[in-house]
């Protein structure tokens, strides 16, 4: 279990600061009235978001295969 804290950890980190991030431009767009603008912010920020977990995904599925394989040695 401790192999997977520091991806964890990391990734709930960078999932706070998409968050805040996100709530910070949408509420100082709203006062501006560009929907474009805040539409493409938000539009890039989700797709952050997206490649966080699936590169999240990806390295939790490589720690349980470096497991397996090694209990398979014994």
């Keep these: 279990m401790k192999k997977y804290g520091g991806p964890i950890l990391i990734f709930l980190f ?12 949408s509420s100082s767009l709203n006062s501006m009235g560009s929907s474009l603008i805040h539409l493409m912010i938000i539009l ?31």
């Design 14 to 25: 960078l999932i706070l600061m998409i968050a805040l991030n996100l709530l910070a431009w």
């Design 44 to 74: 890039v920020l989700l797709i952050l978001l997206i490649v966080v977990t699936v590169v999240f995904i990806q390295r939790i599925r490589e720690i349980k295969k470096e497991e397996n394989d090694d209990l398979s040695q014994y």
